[in-house]
């Protein structure tokens, strides 16, 4: 009896020790240590990116595409897929869904046949066909693909991701033209409808990838509504239209003028009799650059 009370008192239950945590490993060709997301590598790619504002001896045309946002956005996606730099897929869906968002709204209503026409005039003609394919394929694939990249590996997209995309999409138009109305880049355009698009846009995203993830339809229509209103609100003015065509006809006459100027720069006279020489160095390119119309 004695060894059978022996034999069934309990056995003391040694308290379990914690597993220690399994640290991330850092993303690929990770510049700084203590970055997570490898910021610093997409830092200075920008930089380099704004540093390209104006390049002596380029063609208009490879100039005005260094100069233009969606392109910094497929450069930054090229980067992600040549370096595998998977932790930038929430920033890169969040900026390519602002990036849609605010380009089909700016464009509403036939403006983006301004742009065909000035692509035209730097030396690409573009049929009206390829240049909506093309369309499709730089502001429309991206997103998509993105998008659904994200909800196949169930992955969120953290709120701050907005931060940074507001935060660069505005650091890109104040280095490349001072102000938030991006018309001299590309083409006149309703900046402040496109500006609230891409607020909009970048808001609905995380919340969007929560809810195709979830399988919440009601809350995916009720969000992609929400950023369809700014596009609706440009393309049911009446006067939108006639307003940024007539702006785009001022703008071309504008740049021919300047071009005009320039070119008769050594030609001209100044009231005292001596010949004014053409502008040099980078007066001569900020005055007489001629990668716009």
Known sequence: ???????????????????PMARESPPPYQLLPGDPFNLTLGV?????????????????LVQWQLNAYT????????????????????????????????????????????MRTKIRHLGL??????????????????????????????????????????????????RQSGHLDASEIYVPHPWRRTWVSILVGCAATPPLVDALIRKERWRVLALASAMLLPYLSSSLDPR???RYFF????????KEEESRTCEDAPRSVTPGGAFRS????????????????
């Not at 930089?47 to 063609?59: E, F, M, W």
């Not at 694939?141 to 953290?158: D, E, F, G, I, M």
């Not at 702006?247 to 504008?254: G, I, P, S, V, Y």
Request: with cysteine.
């Open 71 to 114: 392109n910094w956005n497929l450069i930054f996606i090229m980067l992600r897929l040549a370096l595998k730099q998977k932790q930038w897929d929430p920033f890169l869906a969040v900026n390519s869904v602002g990036i849609l968002v605010g380009f089909r709204t700016a464009m509403a209503q036939g403006i983006d046949e301004n």
């Open 247 to 254: 702006e785009f006809q001022l703008q071309r006459l504008r």
């Open 1 to 19: 009896e004695r060894g059978c009370l022996q034999n069934s008192q309990p056995t003391p239950v040694r308290p379990s020790v914690p597993a």
């Open 278 to 293: 053409r502008p040099t160095g980078a007066r001569q390119v900020g005055r007489c650059n001629t990668t716009e119309l």
């Open 125 to 174: 003609p573009l049929s009206r066909r390829t240049f909506v394919c093309l369309d499709h394929l730089l502001h429309t694939v991206p997103p998509a693909l993105l998008v659904s990249h994200l909800v196949r590996r169930r992955k969120r997209v953290p709120l701050l991701n907005i931060v940074y995309v507001i935060g660069l999409s505005t650091w890109f138009n104040f």
């Open 44 to 60: 200075l790619v920008a930089s380099l990116l704004a540093a390209c504002k104006r390049v002596p001896g380029l063609a208009p």
């Open 240 to 242: 939108l239209r006639q």
